[in-house]
């Protein structure tokens, strides 16, 4: 899909994707989540999603496809740190999508939502990231919750949290990049190289940089 087609889609569904969006922040306002040291969670969902409309159209596969993306991105923690269900969830994207649509939204909720576990990466193993792989779309929002975490902690946290939390992504990326891709010709499951490579421009330095750009034949 070009870049002017996502852009009119989206335009086109203006209003849903803002009732999405404010329905969003809410529920995580309900639960007092807040992002970083006292900014609103909606601060943290917004960014997710203008990696959504800068590198959409590099995944979306057609106009049904639109509602989901966005709804996924502004929704992808409302099991894992809002409290709803996956039924929850279905029932909410509802309200503005087919029944076709909405379980494609809920899915990609759902792959995004880290196992039970007592650390990171007991949260975040194998069979989490098989789910991601495995859902249309969940890689793409996967990569760009990533892409905002990253900006946030390298950007705007400049303490000793975002320092910290810098350094985790960073030893996380050589794990973290070949565990939500997978070898398919389904635009729905990919990752655009062009994400990676803003991920990389931030968190990582110009060797380490020449070496994913062999890794991916860029």
């Known amino acids: 899909m070009t870049k002017e087609e ?3 889609y989206r335009e086109k569904y203006a209003q849903p994707i803002e009732e999405i969006r404010l329905a969003a922040h809410e529920l995580h ?3 007092n989540e807040i992002y970083g040291d006292d900014l609103p969670y909606g601060f943290h969902l917004d960014m997710v999603v203008e990696g959504v409309v800068c590198y959409g159209h590099l ?5 049904a496809d639109v509602l989901p993306m966005f709804f996924g991105s502004y929704y992808h923690d409302s099991i894992e740190d809002a409290r709803l269900s996956y039924n929850d969830v279905m029932r909410v994207a509802r309200k503005w999508m087919t029944e ?3 379980l494609m939204a809920t899915e990609i909720v759902y792959a995004l939502t880290n196992d039970k576990g007592r650390t990171r990466a007991e949260r975040a193993g194998e069979k989490y990231f098989q789910g991601i792989r495995e ?3 969940a890689p793409f929002v996967k990569l760009c919750d990533r892409l905002a975490n990253v900006t946030y902690s390298c950007s705007v946290d400049n303490g000793r949290n975002g320092n910290r939390m810098r350094e985790v992504y960073k030893n996380e990326m050589r794990h973290f990049l070949p565990s939500i891709i997978s ?5 729905r499951r990919q990752v655009p190289f062009e994400v990676i490579t803003a991920l990389a421009e931030i968190l990582i330095d110009e060797v380490d940089r020449d070496e ?3 890794q991916w034949n860029c």
């Open 6 to 8: 996502f852009d009119g």
């Open 29 to 31: 306002q309900s639960v």
């Open 59 to 63: 995944v979306c596969a057609c106009e």
């Open 100 to 102: 076709e649509q909405a």
């Open 135 to 137: 859902t249309p779309y």
């Open 183 to 187: 070898d398919t010709d389904d635009p």
């Open 212 to 214: 994913i750009r062999k």
